[in-house]
Structures are given as structure tokens and as C-alpha cells.
């Protein structure tokens, strides 16, 4: 057992890991109505990504790291070695971040929209469709009420270890690579505030995800030892492997403001067993635990030309 010491240069790299990592966009933007045909929307959201089940590993792994590992050119393996390989691993999976999302949507009609977004070095896709409420605009319709809708989203990344000088000698010591695919089925309900959501919405929902892992360790200079003398170390054999799990989660958020402009704000939470991952050495590391994803911003609407019926308030 390790004796759990947090130090503040310790800290400092955990704030680190938090503002150079990257993870899939997971905040439910969306309320049950989706876009009519022709009308865009766009927008910037601040997202913070806070998972359970990583912490005490990444804490552990960072403390040890500052010890002794970024000063040495030849590393035998040992349990210090298989911490930090299991802190890394553990940030790569659901890092505790805080990222700036950038979103587009886009009205497709037949009640259908569609929307991309960014978050770092994360990316998505998905689609929408509308099975409760009205589909129109407040320029064309005084409806309200409850909307409701299921979706489909892709998304990708590849993961990059910390460009800062002080990992460099980490990153290649363990050359790490990884990519992630998401598929997020997300079920969402809304309440109108005024016709057609005119001036904003409560929306609430479900959602599954499932993510699929592929991931490379091919360490250039940890040895194990080959016999009790130590006169011959031997390179450590590279890990490949492919891994996926899935996660359940729900959600609420709420949208206010006028016509054009309006202000979100979000809070989705999720549950996953990640399973047990190959590490190298022969060592294996296990995760589970929750993920909390609270986030608010901003979002400008550009409505589809049409005419207007009665007089507008």
C-alpha cells in the first residue's frame, strides 16, 4: 500500500493533467424540441469533466512521479512504475478537465436537426428526432408545452500526452497512444418557457454510452531484470490491447433568455465500470465510479425566414 502524501508541486500537476486533457463531449446541450427546418444555431459552452473513480490514482501517481522518475535515463520497473502507469491510464479514460466546447446545429426538417461539435481535441457528430410537440417557430406558432425527442451521437479523439517540458522524458518513456470512439444515446424531454420555447426551457432526459478503447504502451527504456544478477535487463514487451464499456447516465439543464440569445445551463452525471485494462509488466488496473458533468454558456439562434402571424409581443 502506498501512504497517500499530497505535496504542492503534486497539486500543480494534477491542475495540469486538468487543463491539458481532452474528453469526448458529454454535456446534453439539447432540449426535446429540436431545430424546424432552416433555422441555425450556434454557441460556446464551458464544461467541466469531474470523475470518481481516477483521483486517488491520478494523486498517487503524480506524487510519485516528482520524486524521481523525470531524472532518470534507464528505469527498472517496479510498483512506483506501475502507479504512474495506472495514473495515466486512468486520466486517458475520463479525465478531470474543464474544456470550452464549440457548437453548431442545424434545423433539417421532417423533424430532424443535426449538430457538430469541439471540445479540445475531442470531436462529434449527431442527429436528433422529434416525436413530441410542435416543430414550428414562435413567429409561426403560440404552441408550448412538452417536447420530446431521442438522438444518436459520434464522437472521436486521439489522445495526446502533456506538451509540458518537465513530462517530456515520461511521455517517451512509456510512449503512450490512444484513440476513443463514443456512441451516446440520449433520450430528452422539455418544458417550454413561453410558445415555442421562446424564452427558454427545463429539459431533462436518459442517456447510454458506449465507448470503444484501442491503446499502445511500447516503453523505450523500462527494463525488467532477466536474472537475480541484474548484469542482463531486458526491455519491457510493449502492450496493445482493444477495451470497451458502456455508461448510463441522466441529465437536466435549463435555457433562458429571448428570442436569439440565450444562456445555458447543465449538469449531467454518469455511471461506468471501465473493466480491467493490460498495463505493462503484466500488471492489470481497474475502474469504476461516477462522472460529473456540470456546464453553462451561451447560444445564438439564427431563425428560418418566414411570416409572421398576429402581432408579435
Not at 86 to 102: H, K, S
Not at 114 to 119: C, E, H, Q, V
Not at 182 to 204: A, M, N, V
Request: glycine fraction near 10%.
Amino acid at each position: 500500500m502506498y501512504k497517500l502524501r499530497i505535496g504542492h508541486l503534486s497539486l500543480f500537476i494534477l491542475l495540469l493533467f486538468m487543463l491539458a486533457s481532452c474528453n469526448a463531449p458529454r454535456s446534453i446541450l439539447q432540449s426535446g424540441k429540436v431545430l424546424p427546418k432552416g433555422q441555425f444555431r450556434g454557441g460556446i459552452n464551458y464544461t467541466f469533466n469531474i470523475s470518481t473513480a481516477p483521483i486517488e490514482k491520478s494523486i498517487k501517481g503524480a506524487y510519485d512521479l516528482t520524486q524521481s522518475m523525470s531524472t532518470r535515463d534507464t528505469v527498472f520497473y517496479s510498483k512506483q512504475v506501475e502507479a504512474i502507469n495506472t495514473a495515466f491510464m486512468a486520466y486517458c479514460l475520463d479525465p478531470i478537465t474543464f474544456n470550452d466546447e464549440v457548437y453548431f446545429r442545424f434545423g433539417m426538417g421532417n423533424n430532424l436537426d443535426m449538430g457538430f461539435r469541439t471540445a479540445g481535441g475531442a470531436h462529434s457528430v449527431d442527429i436528433m428526432y422529434q416525436f413530441l410537440g410542435s416543430n414550428q417557430t414562435f413567429q409561426t406558432s403560440d404552441k408550448g408545452g412538452m417536447y420530446g425527442s431521442v438522438g444518436l451521437q459520434y464522437s472521436w479523439e486521439n489522445y495526446r500526452f502533456l506538451k509540458y517540458p518537465m513530462f517530456d522524458k515520461l511521455e517517451k518513456m512509456f510512449n503512450f497512444q490512444m484513440s476513443r470512439k463514443d456512441i451516446t444515446l440520449p433520450i430528452i424531454f422539455s418544458k417550454s418557457f413561453g410558445p415555442e420555447e421562446r424564452t427558454g426551457c427545463f429539459s431533462f432526459g436518459v442517456m447510454y454510452s458506449h465507448s470503444f478503447i484501442k491503446y499502445k504502451i511500447e516503453p523505450k527504456n523500462i527494463y525488467k531484470i532477466a536474472d537475480q544478477t541484474g548484469v542482463n535487463p531486458v526491455l519491457l514487451d510493449p502492450v496493445e490491447a482493444k477495451m470497451n464499456f458502456g455508461a448510463y447516465g441522466a441529465f437536466f439543464n435549463v435555457k433562458v433568455g429571448k428570442k436569439y440569445v440565450f444562456f445555458n445551463f447543465s449538469l449531467a452525471a454518469y455511471y461506468q465500470k471501465y473493466g480491467k485494462f493490460p498495463l505493462i509488466g503484466g500488471s492489470t488496473a481497474s475502474f469504476e465510479g461516477f462522472s460529473f458533468v456540470p456546464s453553462y454558456g451561451i447560444q445564438f439562434n439564427i431563425l428560418p425566414k418566414s411570416k409572421k402571424k398576429g402581432t408579435e409581443i
